[in-house]
């Protein structure tokens, strides 16, 4: 967010010469937050008054949809000059949001070198490393000194995207050894690089996941991982401020789904038309389910209207059974999100989620029992038993449900945030109904007993 003193001294300004001396002055992140927030038709004025180097750095950080807006209203050769200077990845995610048409065009405009480096990005699957990746890295061969390292370095890499690791490269490109820029610092001119350069090089793939990729990164306290292709030959690099997108990207994807909207990216401020397409299909098939359970509620109305107490017991199954199934299924979402767990760890997750339901069941369960109590008549208070049963049987039904639900997508290589909270809570509302209704039935019309 833009610094609020930054904010209100930009604000405040009418003179269009002080607001672009206070643009220029601020950092682009901040800058793109402001130009951001002003009304569409303000946003290219304020751009236009940022010099060339602080509007290309200030484009990067504009969210995809001002991209598009600016690029409309700009003239041809801007748009070409800042397309050209953003880095690949970046470039690649933007292209990823434009009409095609308009992505051919800017194409055509790049030179060869950022065309190739861009269409190679594009070229691989959504998701994966090789999108994410940038090809501005440094590499080295691996018969230079660190004398014609750091000289090379000082010549081609300064527009490198990070020079804190160099990788080391064989003749044919592939990836043999990673060595700091410190170690680069602190050894003498002569010595070979494959001397002080290690050989225990963490790398990914071009088709790994993103999360993956992530996971890997975190682990090993890595701000740059390198990416090769199928033969092990060096391709891109992804550093530390891409993962930290990855990782927001796939957090929100995770949570929305897990509140049933589809699609993603439905922001706070997201117009009211997309937030009504990604949630609304969502609601429709939740309601679907719905229908269902009422469907196999329906046959029980006799027994409600004979014992009223029920529709005020029954919003408690609703509401208690699904919480505990969602509780059970965002921790085993994130265990498998995190790589703390794999599908090999069910039975474990399992038995300490029936370990801690157990206990949990009795808890909810005894709390069931005395409010039906409190609620009923003295002849309906054999209600209140029946309903603590269901209650704690339904608690362990939910956990096994939020463990065995998502692991079973895992397993299946499916996002196993695609099993949705309200989807466990309507199978658990649609479970609990079924055997309360059941066993109050069976005792009115079997036990005989009073109601």
Do not use: C
């Amino acid at each position: 967010m833009l610094l609020e003193d930054a904010r209100n001294s930009v604000v405040d300004v009418a003179d269009l010469n002080q607001l672009k001396h206070e643009l220029n002055r601020l950092q682009p992140v901040d800058v793109g937050d402001y130009i951001t927030q002003l009304p569409e038709k303000q946003r290219a004025i304020a751009f236009r008054l940022l010099n060339k180097s602080q509007a290309i750095d200030v484009f990067e950080y504009l969210p995809p949809e001002v991209q598009e807006e600016l690029i409309d209203s700009l003239h041809d050769a801007q748009v070409v000059q800042l397309v050209e200077e953003m880095s690949p990845d970046d470039r690649a995610e933007l292209f990823d949001e434009l009409p095609a048409k308009v992505v051919k065009r800017l194409l055509q405009q790049l030179s060869t070198e950022q065309r190739q480096a861009t269409a190679t990005l594009l070229g691989y699957p959504e998701g994966t490393a090789g999108r994410v990746m940038t090809t501005e890295y440094v590499w080295l061969r691996e018969g230079l000194t660190i004398g014609e390292a750091l000289s090379k370095i000082r010549r081609q890499d300064e527009d490198k995207e990070t020079i804190y690791y160099a990788y080391v490269t064989d003749d044919n490109r592939k990836l043999v050894r990673v060595v700091s820029l410190r170690q680069l610092l602190f050894t003498f001119p002569d010595v070979l690089i494959r001397e002080i350069a290690s050989d225990r090089v963490i790398k990914v793939q071009t088709e790994t996941p993103q999360e993956e990729v992530a996971r890997i990164m975190k682990r090993y306290d890595l701000i740059a991982i390198p990416v090769v292709d199928r033969e092990e030959r060096l391709v891109g690099i992804i550093t530390i401020d891409d993962v930290i997108d990855i990782l927001e990207e796939e957090a929100t994807e995770d949570i929305q789904k897990l509140a049933g909207v589809s699609g993603g990216d439905d922001g706070a401020l997201a117009p009211p038309l997309m937030t009504i397409r990604k949630r609304l299909p969502w609601l429709l098939a939740i309601m679907a389910l719905y229908i269902g359970a009422s469907s196999a509620i329906a046959p029980f109305q006799p027994v409600i209207a004979s014992v009223p107490l029920l529709a005020v017991i029954m919003p408690l199954f609703s509401n208690t059974g699904g919480t505990v199934g969602v509780q059970a299924l965002t921790v085993t979402i994130r265990g498998l999100g995190i790589g703390e767990v794999t599908p090999k760890d069910t039975l474990k997750i399992l038995k300490k989620e029936l370990t801690a339901g157990l206990g949990t069941a009795l808890a909810l369960g005894t709390t069931m029992v005395l409010l039906s109590m409190i609620w009923a008549s003295p002849s309906e208070r054999w209600v209140g038993v029946i309903a603590g049963m269901v209650m704690a049987t339904n608690t362990l039904v939910a956990v096994t449900l939020g463990t065995f639900l998502p692991m079973g997508l895992k397993r299946l290589k499916l996002d196993p945030a695609l099993i949705s909270g309200p989807l466990v809570t309507t199978m658990l509302d649609a479970i609990g109904f079924m055997i309360f209704l059941s066993l109050i039935s069976f005792a009115l019309n079997v036990l005989h007993l009073q109601h």
